[in-house]
């Protein structure tokens, strides 16, 4: 392995985990959406905000991660991309702030009309934001980035049939992911039946998205034939582990394993945008430029690769006590309160 | 390269719609970001003596403030998200060109951020799942990522200033990087700090202010004077300190940056004794209806009142930046310092004499007034350092119109954020006025508690 693919791959983590962490953070707002009424809605909503409440803003510093580590290592792949691709991106950009802004003043506010403003702001950008950021992925993926600044379509590079695929299955993947992870939330709290209808809603949304997927195959064969070339060559065996783990989650889903259902969830969708990267190797921007062509010079690379070894042995134990932490059934002291 | 300067000029168009959604865009966050490295410092203080003391109205102010807290922190980490965004959407010419030089330390940031964004879910969410002691303790990793972070971008940006660490061959590309080397040259310490610092003055005077105003209305009680007397306390420790290394930081720029230098104080011609001008208009080579302090500039910068200060003459003409909104700006952040200091020096003289707050009624409404002019002192030094750099985006090598994104519709870019911005905007102002008048809004920790 070449320091640029290293480099390379440690920000493609940082996409999957923030794929997986964040997406089921989107997802949780997906589902307060779609809760209903205010009073039939409200224990699925404060179910979600309690299981996002204290990771939300760690969930979300893994996009800020891939941006940073994308400009100094490649940078002129990553100004050609998101000068290109800016519309979707600043969508994005504003869903998030739609989204945290109103995520942590809601939980300030007392008047029920505020809340419920500041609610439907929270849910409706848990939808619109991995929307866009599918659709730019659909558009890097399909080769609608061109190498140089300035040479691609603002608009065709997302409003295109792989791009709504990629926004489409970003939506259901953090929908799927939030009800997964928030089965096992419930259950641990012991709120069995909202555990029941987590666990129906992510029986549902894996069938929509394995539809979605399987009637992804023909879009990406008529858009997209590089990737479809890559996906269906190379990428195989790892989009038939993403089908695998995806069979082997419903599985576990039925017999309610929640924990183990995680992390064949986890490893499905991981899995899917693993088949694009192995699909596209070795190219960065399809269809020309490699990864060694954009990557940066060597001492940046290597000073890239300390920080990135080095912040990791910060990140990793702060990450996991975070989790562990609140993970953990709340103490008798908190439940009552004192 | 020729290439790629050639499709970027095409871009100039956009010049100035993403200059003005760039400053617009720091301009907001960089409110939040002084929260983000002064805050957490600062409430974890006030939570560390009310639980050694058992003092009651010190606990009920960290708990205020951890709410207050979680808002300011939502908004700073929202908006620079938004940042992260913008420097490639907006100047892939930057990014393209030198970001394996400078892009470093945001890595670095992103981790810093990374550590402040966990610990601050554990500080504001741990409250009852923590012993007070493992409570107090996760509070510094995030004043420390708090203040890393904040050293990672100042040096990013005192790169711009002073570009270091690398080579360009006879192309203009950049060869032999050295990103440690770029994160300290010779603008990075003297800015880094005069920000640290500007952070706990704004923080310490904007929290001040609210309690001001609270007991100018009548509550004059234990909590809002604690509420009053702490962030002072931290601000007022602060505002003398940035007097000298504002010195310092002038200095580094006389070095460094002699056009900006110049255009801070309206000289155009190159002078010994130069004087020290305040107000005034520049127009057609030279500063009208100004103050001047004789031999002011002179001595600020060399110590010496005939000490030569190159004047912008000495720069070819279009390679000035637009000096009235420089010298201006200028003053506004020395001028509204001064005025803190003052505020400053009142408050420690009482203190240090009486043990109290001076009675007046005229200086709460100073401290009242205090958070507004160190938020305006701050935004106006940015004003100063960022324009004043210009036309160059990085100092000497890159025009900001050559960095600027050729995409079209840049413009409509503009109007949205702005649109966001002023809906976020007021929607902060009224989530943190009810924080600030009511007791009775639920805590993040309460909310686990309400189960």
Redesign the interface.
């Known amino acids: 392995m070449t320091l640029a693919e290293a480099v390379l791959g440690a920000a493609f983590v940082g996409l999957v985990a923030y794929a997986l962490f964040g997406g089921a953070d989107f997802g949780g707002g997906v589902w307060d959406l779609l809760a209903g009424g205010t009073e039939r809605g409200r224990r699925v909503r404060d179910r979600v ?2 299981s996002i ?3 939300w ?2 969930n ?2 893994w ?3 891939v ?3 994308l ?3 490649f ?2 792949a ?7 691709l ?2 979707p ?2 969508l ?3 869903g ?6 109103a ?3 809601r ?4 008047t029920p009309g ?1 809340r419920r403003f ?1 609610g439907a702001a929270f849910a409706l950008s848990s939808l619109l934001t991995p929307f866009f950021l599918g659709a730019v992925v659909g558009g890097a993926a399909s080769g609608r980035v061109h190498r ?4 691609g379509d ?1 608009v065709g590079s997302w409003v295109n049939p792989t791009s709504a695929l990629g926004g489409t299955l970003a939506v259901l993947a953090c929908a799927y992911l939030a009800a997964v992870f928030l089965c096992g939330d419930a259950r641990r ?1 012991g709120e069995d039946d909202l555990a029941e209808a987590f666990r129906r809603r992510a029986l549902l949304t894996a069938a929509a998205t394995g539809a979605v997927g399987l009637a992804g195959i023909a879009v990406l064969h008529a858009d997209a034939p590089l990737l479809f070339t890559g996906l269906t060559g190379r990428g195989l065996p790892v989009v038939l582990l993403s089908a695998v783990a995806g069979s082997v989650a419903l599985v576990l889903l039925w017999t309610r394993r929640y924990t183990a259902a995680r992390i064949a969830s986890a490893v499905a969708v991981s899995a899917i945008l693993v088949g694009w990267a192995v699909g596209q190797y070795p190219y960065v921007l399809l269809p020309e430029l490699t990864v060694e062509q954009a990557a ?2 060597r ?2 690379l290597l ?2 690769l300390v ?2 070894c080095a ?1 990791a042995l ?2 990793g134990p ?2 996991t ?2 989790y562990v ?2 993970q ?1 059934p ?2 008798a ?3 009552s ?2 | 390269m020729a290439g790629l300067e050639f499709v970027l000029a095409e871009g100039a168009g956009n010049l100035l719609p993403a200059r003005t959604q760039m400053a617009l865009s720091l301009g907001w966050h960089i409110v939040f970001a002084c929260f983000g490295i002064a805050f957490p410092a600062i409430v974890v203080f006030t939570e560390w003596r009310g639980h050694r003391r058992g003092d009651e109205a010190l606990t009920r102010l960290a708990h205020t403030w951890a709410k207050a807290m979680g808002v300011l922190f939502a908004a700073g980490a929202v908006s620079g998200t938004l940042l992260s965004f913008e420097m490639g959407i907006l100047w892939p010419g930057l990014m393209a060109r030198f970001g394996e030089v400078f892009g470093f330390p945001f890595v670095l940031e992103g981790f810093a951020f990374f550590v402040e964004a966990i610990f601050v879910g554990v500080y504001l969410f741990g409250w009852n799942r923590l012993s007070p002691r493992a409570h107090m303790l996760s509070a510094l990793p995030m004043v420390v990522a708090g203040i890393a972070g904040a050293f990672f971008v100042v040096s990013a940006n005192a790169w711009m200033n002073n570009p270091t660490g690398f080579r360009l061959d006879e192309r203009g590309d950049v060869v032999d990087a050295r990103p440690w080397a770029a994160m300290f040259g010779p603008s990075t310490w003297p800015q880094f700090v005069h920000m640290w610092l500007a952070a706990f003055m704004v923080t310490g005077f904007l929290v001040a202010s609210v309690y001001a105003i609270g007991m100018l209305r009548g509550r004059r009680d234990r909590y809002h004077r604690l509420g009053l007397l702490v962030p002072l306390t931290v601000a007022a420790i602060a505002a003398p300190v940035q007097v000298g290394v504002g010195d310092w930081i002038a200095n580094t720029v006389a070095d460094n940056q002699p056009a900006k230098l110049a255009a801070m104080e309206a000289q155009y011609e190159t002078t010994a004794g130069a004087g020290l001008s305040f107000g005034g208009i520049y127009r057609d080579d030279a500063l009208h209806y100004a103050l001047e302090i004789p031999y002011g500039l002179s001595l600020l910068i060399h110590h010496d009142p005939s000490g030569v200060v190159p004047g912008l003459a000495e720069v070819p003409a279009d390679q000035r930046p637009p000096v009235n909104v420089v010298h201006l700006s200028y003053n506004a952040m020395v001028g509204l310092g001064t005025g803190l200091l003052l505020l400053a020096l009142w408050f420690g003289l009482v203190w240090w004499r009486r043990r109290r707050l001076p009675r007046t009624d005229w200086f709460l409404r100073a401290v009242a007034v205090s958070g507004v002019a160190a938020v305006v002192a701050m935004e106006a030094g940015w004003v100063t350092t960022e324009v004043g750099r210009q036309p160059w985006i990085v100092y000497g090598l890159l025009r900001t119109a050559d960095a600027v994104s050729p995409a079209p519709g840049l413009g409509w870019g503009l109007v949205a954020v702005l649109a966001v911005y002023t809906v976020l905007t007021v929607f902060t102002v009224i989530v943190l006025r009810r924080l600030a008048r009511g007791r009775d809004t639920r805590a993040p920790q309460e909310l686990e508690e309400a189960r």
């Open positions: 905000e309690r409440g204290p990771v803003e760690a979300h510093v996009l800020i991660f941006l940073v580590v400009w100094t290592g940078p002129r990553f100004a050609a991309a998101v000068t290109t800016y519309v991106l600043t994005a950009a504003f998030i702030i739609a989204r945290g802004a995520f942590a003043y939980k300030s506010v007392d505020m500041f140089d600044v300035g040479g603002v709290d940066a010079g001492p940046t000073a890239l920080a990135l912040g910060v990140l702060a990450l006590y975070l932490l609140f953990r709340a103490t002291r908190e439940r309160g004192v």
